[in-house]
């Protein structure tokens, strides 16, 4: 089947592979001028990276890792010690880490916890492992059921300590989600708990050996036009356009540089455009069908990322790091992080600036300002003196993953739409993971088994038996569409 793709953001890339496996023809059409959407980065005038988002890979992320062991990249990924770190802000320029022992889960989360005497007293410690119970013990259904919940409101139900939630669940909140907790719904926080208390690696946190785009997406592009497929840049959907009956007839791609307009033609249609780009497109008709109306209440979260080059080092912590700051989430010195950024004089922090909608609007030097402002606060002894700035960038994402409040489970869309030859994919479409990378790989594939089974439903193509074979599902487990979110990844160690 031919299938066009609007959308080169990993889900859009990810869909393409896996049809392309399958015997299938993907075109994908990308607006912008590099690929990865969330994930895209661009070289400055100085042939630095300046990237959309700091991004951290974890060992709980199964369909991402199985999809670079595939593409045979999988030595890109930097995994770092087994261990979540907390800037204190009582205590200025200390850390506070959380060692995670190699024994079986979730005794090593729980036993990392027990060890921290930083953060936390033996009573907070017990009510923690007491409160998390549930989400380890009661599985998928619990995690969903409690997206009626607030995290706050959750962790208040189950006696959590308003210290934990401020130590630690705001943290995980905004690094997570890049909202607080009295904001997110406690579904969010629970899955990823569920995921990381579940395997012995789930928390393990790698970053990628460069930029995404290049490191990361090419490799995906590669693999599908080596295999039949096509990736065009700098071509944005302009148009869904319809035939009487509704289904769709052709995308109407625009012309950039001078070049005409121009349609195209296809089996089967998918958007992998986030969310709120889709809305903006989706023909007029199709407002009215429940599926694509219950899409109003999706809508991205902004936020920010800040890039900033120092003359000296100041850290020689090779790890993601939880700031614990009002302004700022998860930060990282890049130059002891990720090998193509790696320089043992200089540091570079790549920080995410998060709740951000009271910030979005800003001038970027007062973005730049305030976060310098806040590093003061976790390098003391280094900012704003001895440590010269010698460049910084900021990169705005008014909306970025959908935003993760309470209620929005019910609203997330299945990769299949009433229409028959039209798909959707991305982080936002219902998946058992977050609005995250991992997200967005495991909708493209799931898009890509809906296609190939409307595909095997209407042809004699391939059968839906082959095709889950050879995604190393059992025979069993393709009559159950859902259990390929599980397929399991070799774990790092
Ligand atoms: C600052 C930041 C930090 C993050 N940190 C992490 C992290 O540490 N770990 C993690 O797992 N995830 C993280 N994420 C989330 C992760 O990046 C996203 O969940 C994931 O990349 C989303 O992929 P997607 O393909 O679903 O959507 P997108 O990346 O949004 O892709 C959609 C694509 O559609 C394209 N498009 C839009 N309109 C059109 C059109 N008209 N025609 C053609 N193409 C169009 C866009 O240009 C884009 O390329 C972070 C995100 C940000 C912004």
Redesign the pocket.
Known sequence: MRVAI???????LACAKYLVDRGHTPIV????DT??????AWKDQDGDWVE???????GA?PNMLQLLKELNIEDRLQWKQHTLIFNQPEKPGTLSRFDVPNIPAPFNVIVSILRNNDLLTWQQKIRFAIGLFPAIVRGNKYVQDMDKFSLSEWLKQHGIDEKISSDIFVAASKALT?IDPDEVSATVILTALNKFLQERYGSKIAFLDGAPPERLCQPIADYVIAHGGEVRVN????QIVLNPDGTVSHFAIRGLNGTPDYDITADAYVS???VD?FKL?MPEPWKQIDSFYKLQELEGVP?I?VQIWFDRKLTHVDQLLFSRSPLLS?YADMSNTCREYADSNKSMLEL?LAPAADWIDRPEQEIIEATIAELAKLFPDQIPQPAKVLKAKVVK?PR??YKAIPGREQYKPSQSTPIANFFL????TKQEYL??????VL??KLTAQRIHQSSANLTTGPSVQDFDQTSKQTPKQATQPSSDQSIAAKAPV
Request: no cysteine; hydrophobic share 45%.
């Open positions: 609007a959308g080169g953001g990993l889900a859009g059409f990308e607006r912008g690929l990865g959407g969330l994930v895209a959309t988002g700091l991004h951290a890979f974890f992320y890049f071509a944005p959907l302009k992998a455009m986030s780009a497109l936020v990322n998860v995410v994402t970025s993953v994919s991305g982080s936002y609005g995250s990378m991992e997200g967005a909708s493209g």
